[in-house]
């Protein structure tokens, strides 16, 4: 079975700076996907960025980045320029390729915004 | 984009009565949701996956009994959580797919208290 770790339970991060948020993943399969949602106090679940494991360019979405590192098994996520919106719950999810859609996610970091 | 609608969005029962929870996607077709249990500071974990027209999946140690689950259309999954107990207080929230290789597109989730 798959299974999805995030080692920072907590992070924080001053208003307009940079941080990275950790996740490591096990899997013996090729195919698969790679997520990081978002959830803030309202408890909605928002896709923040997601990356197919056979792309080698790290996926990108405005301030947010990934460093995956298949080798490694490594799916770190940057936010860049961080706001007071960003703070949330952030969780890291992975799920196979085949015709099996469950995510399986990790226990989340949860990340706060200083100003 | 995708919107899955959950309600009710919070409900407090009685012990030992039955709650039904609604996951429906308001602007496309789901052959495919998911339900997730999510308790307070932890993350998802699956309960079972709802597939249009036919039984649902359950995941290791889900009660399919207490947990009954009904896809009888292609935009409506149900939960009911029957005779319910203090433990089954939980945050419930449900996801649908779109196409195989899409995104999850999560409901805003349903705070159950059972007192």
């Known amino acids: 079975a798959q299974t999805v770790t995030q080692s920072q339970p907590e992070m924080s991060v001053q208003e307009a700076e940079t941080v990275t948020l950790s996740c490591t993943y096990d899997t013996s399969e090729s195919d698969y996907y790679l997520f990081w949602y978002k959830q803030p106090p309202s408890r909605q679940m928002i896709l923040v960025i997601r990356?197919?494991?056979?792309?080698?360019q790290n996926a990108t979405e405005n301030r947010f980045s990934v460093n995956f590192q298949k080798a490694a098994k490594s799916f770190s996520l940057k936010i860049s320029d961080s706001q007071l919106g960003d703070a949330a719950m952030y969780f890291c999810a992975y799920r196979s390729g085949g015709s099996n859609y469950k995510l399986t996610f990790g226990k989340g970091t949860l990340l706060t915004v200083n100003p | 984009g995708a919107v899955v609608s959950q309600h009710p969005s919070w409900v407090i029962c009685k012990s030992g009565t039955s709650v039904k929870i609604e996951c429906r996607s308001l602007d496309f077709q789901a052959t495919t949701m998911f339900w997730y249990r999510q308790f307070p500071k932890q993350s998802l974990m699956l309960m079972a996956t709802?597939?249009?027209?036919?039984?649902?999946?359950?995941e290791q140690g889900v009660e399919k009994d207490k947990f009954l689950i009904n896809h009888a259309s292609l935009t409506l999954s149900t939960l009911t959580v029957t005779s319910a107990h203090p433990e089954d207080s939980s945050f419930y929230i449900c996801s649908a797919l779109t196409t195989g290789n899409s995104p999850l597109h999560f409901g805003n989730g349903t705070r159950l208290t059972v007192t």
């Open positions: 709802s597939n249009e027209g036919s039984k649902a999946t359950y």
């Open positions: 990356q197919e494991a056979y792309k080698q």
